[in-house]
């Protein structure tokens, strides 16, 4: 049990490493949307979404028991309405660091209200196009969205859509992961006041 409870402590102190201990400010918000509205596999989903929410930052690390956090703000029709802490923890073969920025686009209401609706998670059929070559082909989450890429060979994305109103792309940022899997994000929304 202390054995793992050491690991434990290790995998939070990567996560937390990658993520500076500091809170997204809004220029990074600005600064990572348009790093995703340069890619043509994102440029048709913020013409046509009802909204998003942004993660300039998450930070993943793990040696057996691994975690991930990240803080971001959500955004209905452009405008600010919110901020979303994600969580995920995972058990199993793992070893590693990473991070990576992280955008959810919400279709319609229905889904950006499923979202914002305090705690929301994504299922295992989930996964995330990753908008940058040589990223990881196609990361599974557990949740509502998904995606497909064409992988880091061709340098090309193939054609995603929203699934059950969600599609979610990441961008890597640094950091060497051997993991597959983003799966079992956990979400946290809290309104503007």
Known sequence: MMKLYRTLL???FLVLSLTGYNTAHADKYAATI???KKAEATQPFFENCYGYAVFPTIGKGGIGVGGAYGTGQVYAQGVPTGTV???KGTIGFQFGGQAFSQLIFFEDKRAFDEFTGGEFEFDAG???VAITAGAQAKAGTGGATA???AGPAT?????????KGMAV???TKGGL???ATVGGQKFSYEKSK
Do not use: D, L, N, R
Request: aromatic share 16%; hydrophobic share 45%.
């Open 147 to 149: 995606g497909a890429s």
């Open 126 to 128: 989930v996964s995330a």
């Open 169 to 171: 792309f990441v961008h």
């Open 10 to 12: 290790i995998a939070v």
């Open 34 to 36: 348009e790093v995703f």
């Open 177 to 179: 992961m051997y993991e």
């Open 155 to 163: 340098g090309t994305q193939a054609k995603t859509s929203y699934h």
């Open 85 to 87: 802490k994600m969580f």
